[in-house]
């Protein structure tokens, strides 16, 4: 599957942004989100399937993760954003379920979201 995400941007602290990734077909079992900051290692954001969603502690309550199945998108809408958030993000894809500890099969190229203070 061929992962094609946009969306990253700069924006202020307390700001909002929403990244979507198309996805070249639909029979992927689980999409998510990765990212990586300058000097960080890179770390699971995020994950959706058809029976769960899944993010991590940092970001609960601010970030919403949704899928378009007709559409083949995935979507990360942000909300309060911190300029810990700033990272190159990655849309990833799965034929199971993602998680904190292991690698997707598929990844696109990443978008940048850069938070000020």
């Known amino acids: 599957v061929q992962l094609q995400a946009s969306g990253g941007g700069l924006v202020q602290a307390g700001g909002s942004l929403r990244l979507s990734c198309v996805a070249s077909?639909?029979?992927?079992?689980?999409m998510g989100w990765f990212r990586q900051a300058p000097g960080k290692e890179r770390e699971f954001v995020a994950a959706?399937?058809?029976?769960?969603?899944y993010d991590t502690e940092s970001v609960k309550g601010r970030f919403t993760i949704s899928r378009d199945y007709a559409k083949n998108t995935m979507y990360l809408q942000m909300n309060s954003l911190k300029p810990e958030d700033t990272a190159v993000y990655y849309c990833?894809?799965?034929?199971?379920?993602?998680?904190?500890?292991?690698?997707?099969?598929?990844w696109g190229q990443g978008t940048q979201v850069t938070v000020s203070s």
């Open positions: 959706i399937s058809r029976s769960m969603t």
């Open positions: 990833v894809a799965s034929n199971a379920a993602i998680s904190p500890g292991k690698d997707p099969e598929y």
């Open positions: 077909h639909g029979r992927t079992w689980s």
